[in-house]
């Protein structure tokens, strides 16, 4: 394994988000020569997803697209499915979405409409079915043009968490599902296939919850990048659960990084940071900080509750686990404060990143309560980045990333509080 040489992790550059920046340099837990690591499984994670599919394809195995954590995959597995997140993050299919969608809507819905319109997400193509969900009102319109020529099936999304009948209609809507699934693609979904597929989905998200648990530590074997690189748009690969644990051992097992512990702790909340969309990451982390809890659903948010395997009804325990998920398209969204309350303390977090895409209307709205939280109950300071997928605007981003960082370095030199 090599050694790291020298103060930077990541070499972050303004690049197109369709080409993340190379990692040149780091922690030597997750550098390794050998063909086989986890490192370099991950970095040609596209590559085994699409060999994966194309193999079930020739199988009869239906490929089902999702594009929201609220999807529940364990059906899809149980009814044979392959599950594929199609969310896009690459900037080039903008321009050819906007023949057909508002300039001023969230890149996550253009990028992936156009990935639609020109025809180049080869997993969009092979999928023989979209599940769509009402979450935001951007998404939810895009699947009305999506579906003039592609199979979708919507699910209606109640957005009163707290709300019995809203979850009894969310339950409606998953046994609407599954019963799209069974007609569809022929099959019967019984308990049984359920409960073995939450199974499998319960492993890989303790295997991905005992990775991201590494960043509690006082120096972390990796930076948050490469903690995000760990992973996988096809759900339950039986390799990439191998993949999760073997690196898991690795980096358990590596010695402290000295260089980990003089960063910023960021806790970064907010929107996704969907594969190729992660300029902000870099930036963050070739500031001087050190993502240390990514709180969105690239991160904890879709992993911290798991499926209850003996419950009697296993839809309902689906129903359950999904519905918890504390997206800001929920009203009231009390969870992801009480969530974002444990996760600072957990992460020992200095400060809170508030990641919005551009016309994100729930996140940016719910931006305010974030930094009331940050700033006036937990005493951190708060910056909140509202992006697109235009690498136009790194600089300016660097320089107020820096600028917190440095509030927080003097703060710390003269014993005053931080004040953003
Ligand atoms: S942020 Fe909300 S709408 Fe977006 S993927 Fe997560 S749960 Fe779905
Ligand atoms: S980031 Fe916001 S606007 Fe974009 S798809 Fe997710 S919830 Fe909708």
Redesign the pocket.
Same mark, same amino acid.
């Given at each position: 394994m090599s050694k790291c040489s020298g103060d930077k992790q990541v070499k972050a550059k303004n690049c197109d988000p369709c080409s993340p920046p190379s990692v040149d340099c780091c922690s030597s837990a997750v550098t390794t020569e050998q063909n086989d690591s986890p490192t370099l499984w991950f970095e040609n994670m596209i590559d085994n997803c699409y060999d994966y599919a194309i193999d079930a394809k020739s199988n009869s195995r239906p490929i089902v697209g999702i594009?929201? $954590? &609220?999807?529940p995959r364990e059906l899809i597995m149980a009814a044979g499915g392959v599950p594929v997140c199609l #969310?896009g993050g690459s900037a080039k299919t903008i321009p050819a979405a906007e023949d057909y969608l508002p300039a001023n809507l969230c890149p996550?819905i253009k990028s992936t409409f156009g990935y639609h319109i020109t025809k180049t997400n080869p997993f969009l193509e092979m999928a023989d079915l979209v599940v769509a $969900?009402t %979450? #935001?009102d951007g998404?939810k319109k895009m699947f009305e043009l999506m579906a003039e020529t592609k199979a979708v099936h919507l699910m209606e999304l109640p957005q009163k968490q707290d709300d019995s009948e809203a979850f009894e209609h969310w339950v409606t809507e998953i046994h609407k599902l599954k019963a799209e699934l069974e007609t569809r693609f022929d099959v019967q979904i019984t308990p049984e296939k359920i409960r073995e597929a939450s199974r499998i989905m319960n492993r890989e998200r303790n295997l991905r919850r005992g990775l991201a648990g590494l960043m509690k530590a006082d120096a972390p074997p990796l930076t948050g990048r490469q903690l995000l690189n760990f992973k996988s748009i096809i759900s339950g690969i039986p390799t990439d659960l191998e993949k999760y644990e073997e690196a898991a051992e690795i980096l358990r097992s590596h010695s402290r990084n000295g260089d980990m512990s003089s960063r910023v702790r960021v806790l970064l909340t907010g =929107? !996704?940071v969907v594969h190729g969309a992660e300029r902000v990451v870099d930036i963050i982390e070739e500031s001087g900080g050190l993502i240390v809890c990514m709180e969105? #659903?690239t991160g904890l948010? !879709?992993i911290l509750e798991d499926v209850d395997l003996n419950a009697a009804d296993p839809i309902r325990a689906l129903a359950k686990k999904y519905f918890h998920?504390h #997206?800001? =398209?929920m009203t009231r969204n009390t969870r992801r404060i009480d969530y974002l309350r444990a996760l600072t303390a957990e992460y020992r977090a200095e400060c809170v990143i508030d990641l919005v895409w551009q016309a994100c209307v %729930? &996140?940016d709205i719910e931006s305010y309560q974030v930094r009331r939280l940050a700033e006036q109950e937990l005493h951190v300071p708060y910056l909140r980045i509202e992006t697109d997928y235009s690498p136009s605007d790194s600089a300016r981003i660097a320089v107020r990333v820096e600028a917190l960082f440095e509030t927080l370095r003097s703060s710390y030199r003269t014993g005053q509080p931080c004040r953003k």
């Open positions: 594009m929201c $954590e &609220y999807a #969310c996550l $969900e %979450t #935001c998404k =929107v !996704p969105n #659903c948010k !879709p998920i #997206c800001a =398209v %729930t &996140y």
